[in-house]
């Protein structure tokens, strides 16, 4: 049984196209989080929600746009798709936010190649 | 600016012997270490923390060393066996600007254990 579980594991499309990602967490957790790894293997936070509210906004292009329409969803949409978003983008959860010390619980995440 | 480092991109070792990680940072706020391992294809997964208070944690096999005034931690695994092989990430994290649970990742360590 999935705690958090990612759709679709890969994805491969057009440059100039928009694409969703989707996230559940089945864990009761209140906060969600959107990573990317980058080629370099670098992994980055771009966004967190908590209770279907933004929290963490780094610096990310606004071509992203998160979404979250109950708290155990968190879906990731991208507009006009460059080569350079192709990564890998990992969805986490977490209990609860503004609690220290919480462990992050990570989905298996999504492949996203930009052609 | 990379504030979590890895300097070592692979660590190869034999079963049975000691593999030690090493990370380094460079933000004195930082005050809680994480790390976490991660399988290809797979999410990271939550493995040991510490927290600033302390110099040393163990978990089983697994023992975290932090080291504040050089600002470096160190993940060991005694005896290593040929499951330990993956992708380790070192993580931190602070109070900075009351977002107490955003990660801070290094670009990971590959591990390969021998048999």
């Known amino acids: 049984d999935t705690a958090v579980s990612q759709t679709p594991k890969y994805l491969v499309t057009q440059m100039g196209n928009d694409k969703s990602i989707k996230c559940e967490q089945n864990?009761?957790?209140?906060?969600m989080y959107w990573y990317k790894q980058d080629s370099k293997k670098f992994l980055k936070i771009m966004f967190s929600?908590?209770?279907?509210?933004?929290?963490i906004n780094e610096t990310v292009p606004n071509r992203f746009s998160p979404k979250s329409p109950d708290k155990a969803h968190l879906n990731l949409h991208i507009n006009s798709l460059e080569l350079g978003d192709s990564a890998v983008y990992f969805c986490?959860?977490?209990?609860?936010?503004?609690?220290?010390?919480?462990?992050?619980?990570f989905g298996p995440g999504t492949r996203l190649l930009v052609l | 600016d990379q504030q979590v480092k890895q300097n070592s991109p692979s660590l190869s070792v034999q079963e049975g012997r000691i593999s030690i990680l090493n990370c380094d940072y460079t933000?004195?706020?930082?005050?809680?270490f994480l790390w976490y391992k991660k399988y290809p294809a797979e999410g990271p997964t939550f493995l040991i923390s510490?927290?600033?208070?302390?110099d040393k944690n163990e978990d089983g096999r697994f023992t975290v060393f932090l080291n504040k005034s050089a600002k470096h931690l160190s993940l060991h695994i005694v005896p290593s066996q040929p499951g330990d092989s993956a992708v380790y990430f070192c993580?931190?994290?602070?109070?900075?600007?009351?977002?107490?649970?955003?990660?801070?990742f290094g670009t990971g360590t590959l591990l390969a254990v021998q048999p």
């Open positions: 929600y908590n209770n279907k509210e933004l929290i």
């Open positions: 986490a959860s977490s209990p609860r936010w503004g609690v220290d010390r919480e462990t992050q619980y």
């Open positions: 933000n004195s706020m930082f005050d809680y």
């Open positions: 993580a931190a994290t602070g109070h900075y600007g009351g977002a107490t649970n955003k990660l801070i």
């Open positions: 864990l009761g957790h209140d906060t």
């Open positions: 510490i927290s600033s208070i302390k």
